[in-house]
């Protein structure tokens, strides 16, 4: 696991014969042989991977690691293309902007979900003039249930959830001013978008799968069992009723009033 996590172009392999003889252990001594490209396929890769996290994960990866470039954020190319193409798509349904998106959503489990009205309750406090709602066709009613919850105010209010292709949804991203979600790959779509984003966390672990950049925020809360990284919640969701709408607005307001697309 540790060598699988890493990126290709460090992965040891075709070397791995030469680095671990039948029946040695591998040493991966110099940054050269860590260089090597090919597959994980091998049974010696394998076993290469099942000893270093036995035995030496930590010397293997200081080797590997520090070879990373240095990244502050992860960022799609043609971001320019896909926000004028999102702001014509919005035009054509009649929205107008500034917008923010909303993706309550979540396709691995329960346990990663916000309460709705709670993603409905930081939308109405950034006041935008219009809040769109993405997610799946499974995931529409919970969008209806946000939209609801909503349309109780003065915001115009829209739910995509299953009409958008995955084009149409990044472009519609792009589009957003502001973007509020779980952990989700809508998440890291609406980051690597640079567009500001406020994602809730509470099963997972941010630290691994959060997303990055100056216009990212996590807010999270302790909770003795997170991240559990568990599907469905066995007890009383703690971790994420424990998330105020009060925190979260004010983090997402930070963001609306300092980045205007």
């Given at each position: 696991?540790?060598?699988?996590?890493?990126?290709?172009q460090y992965v040891v392999a075709s070397r791995v014969v030469k680095i671990c003889p039948q029946g040695s252990s591998p040493s991966f001594p110099t940054l050269k042989a860590a260089?090597?490209?090919?597959?994980?396929?091998?049974p010696r890769v394998q076993l290469a991977i099942s000893w270093s996290v036995t035995s030496h994960v930590a010397s293997l990866t200081s080797?590997?690691?520090?070879?990373?470039?240095?990244?502050?954020?992860?960022?799609?190319?043609?971001?320019?293309?896909?926000?004028?193409?999102?702001?014509?798509?919005l035009a054509r349904l009649g929205i107008e902007g500034p917008v923010v998106g909303v993706s309550p959503g979540a396709a691995y489990g329960n346990a990663k979900r916000w309460l709705p009205e709670r993603f409905a309750a930081v939308a109405q406090t950034v006041a935008p003039r219009a809040v769109v709602l993405f997610g799946s066709a499974?995931?529409?009613?919970?969008?209806?249930?946000?939209?609801?919850?909503?349309?109780?105010?003065?915001?115009?209010?829209?739910?995509?959830?299953?009409?958008?292709?995955?084009?149409?949804?990044?472009?519609?991203?792009?589009?957003?001013?502001?973007?509020?979600?779980?952990?989700?790959?809508?998440?890291?779509?609406?980051?690597?978008?640079?567009?500001?984003t406020v994602a809730v966390f509470g099963a997972t672990d941010d630290t691994t799968t959060g997303p990055t950049g100056p216009l990212a925020r996590v807010v999270r809360e302790h909770a003795e069992c997170s991240p559990c990284l568990l599907r469905e919640c066995p007890i009383d969701h703690r971790c994420m009723t424990a998330v105020t709408v009060e925190r979260t607005a004010a983090v997402a307001l930070e963001l609306w009033n300092g980045h205007a697309n």
């Open positions: 696991r540790a060598l699988a996590v890493l990126k290709p260089r090597q490209l090919a597959s994980l396929n091998s080797v590997l690691v520090e070879r990373f470039p240095e990244t502050d954020a992860i960022r799609l190319e043609g971001i320019g293309q896909a926000r004028a193409a999102g702001a014509k798509h499974g995931e529409r009613p919970l969008c209806d249930t946000v939209a609801e919850s909503l349309r109780r105010g003065s915001v115009q209010v829209r739910n995509l959830a299953g009409e958008t292709t995955l084009g149409e949804f990044t472009d519609l991203v792009a589009a957003c001013r502001l973007f509020l979600t779980n952990d989700s790959g809508a998440m890291h779509v609406a980051s690597a978008l640079g567009v500001p």
